[in-house]
């Protein structure tokens, strides 16, 4: 019962490197999420979707792309990594429970270093 | 806009009752909820109250909701070393499935 798996769990970028955070889930959820977590700014959320082939950016979509083409799957691309990313990024999958209920399961996280 | 907010730190002695406080801007806010991140780790349910109550209890823990001032708690009963961690308040207003999540507080807990 794998979840919501994120890989890697750690990364060291050189500016202006790019790359791919993954995602996946196992649970046939609609709904995923990228969030970024920095010390006394809690969770805010980079980019969402509502399903295969729908994205939409959240509060802090610069430098992040994302692309949603099955319901599994959910990566987040750095196009060119700069040091104000350094950050843990968190994937999250979740389902409407038809109350207004959000059922969110998250990833471990990855904790990317840009220098 | 939406925005919610907690203190970012706190101190309790083993055994003690810790209360976590968090406030929150969203009048159209339907659930809230209370997230624990352990070091190293992502985030897990704690629970979750609905918007229309004013008190929830699960074993340890006890939810109070003063929706008119808008704040929310999380009151831990004989707090032990294990309830060491972050804690998330976060808030949802139904719509795509959108949370928003306070900057957490960090619990410790000392002998």
């Known amino acids: 019962n794998a979840g919501v798996t994120q890989t890697p769990k750690f990364q060291v970028l050189k500016t202006g490197q790019s790359m791919t955070l993954q995602c996946a889930q196992d649970?046939?959820?609609?709904?995923m999420s990228w969030y970024r977590q920095d010390p006394g700014m809690g969770l805010r959320l980079i980019h969402y979707s509502v399903g295969a082939g729908i994205t939409d950016q959240g509060e802090v979509p610069n430098g992040y792309n994302v692309s949603r083409s099955t319901t599994e799957d959910f990566p987040l691309r750095l196009l060119s990594a700069a040091p104000s990313q350094t950050s843990v990024y968190f994937c999250?999958?979740?389902?409407?429970?038809?109350?207004?209920?959000?059922?969110?399961?998250f990833g471990q996280g990855t904790r990317l270093t840009v220098v | 806009g939406e925005d919610v907010e907690q203190s970012l730190f706190l101190s309790v002695r083993e055994g003690d009752s810790s209360v976590i406080n968090c406030t929150y801007t969203?009048?159209?806010?339907?659930?809230l909820y209370w997230y624990k991140q352990e070091p190293g780790a992502g985030l897990q349910l704690l629970t979750y109250i609905f918007s229309n109550m004013d008190m929830k209890q699960d074993q340890r823990l006890t939810v109070l909701l003063n929706k008119k001032d808008k704040h929310l708690s999380l009151r831990i009963a004989d707090t032990q070393t294990g309830d060491s961690a972050i804690y998330f308040c976060a808030e949802s207003s139904g719509g795509y499935n959108k949370l928003i999540f306070g900057a957490g507080t960090r619990l410790a807990v000392h002998p």
């Open positions: 969203d009048s159209s806010s339907t659930y």
């Open positions: 999250a999958s979740s389902y409407p429970t038809g109350t207004g209920r959000i059922e969110a399961f």
């Open positions: 649970m046939n959820h609609e709904y």
